[in-house]
């Protein structure tokens, strides 16, 4: 069972965008909006053609740590991301 500590909503990602989780955070619950998202963890930065991908309307759940290690781009323009911080 997860515990829910905040969310973010993310509305620029024409560069990579390192998450910005809360203290304590073990995971986060990722869905990409209106445009396919990039991502890469252990702070390595995607590109539009890089990193493992999340379809626009599609959510992943991220348990990697730590979670500031991961960054998020998007692969055509208007792409955003809502992020929910769990413990």
């Known amino acids: 069972m997860f515990r829910y500590l905040g969310d973010q909503q993310i509305d620029d990602l024409s ?3 390192a998450l910005s989780p809360p203290a304590g955070c073990q995971g986060a619950v990722i869905q990409a909006q209106a445009q396919n998202v990039r ?5 390595s930065d995607p590109t539009a053609a890089v990193g493992w991908e999340i379809t626009a309307g599609s959510t992943i759940t991220w348990l990697i740590l730590p979670i500031s290690g991961l960054k998020l781009i998007q692969e055509a323009a208007g792409a955003k991301a809502f ?3 769990v413990a």
């Open 39 to 43: 991502g890469r963890g252990g702070g």
């Open 83 to 85: 992020v929910i911080y």
């Open 15 to 17: 560069a990579a965008v």
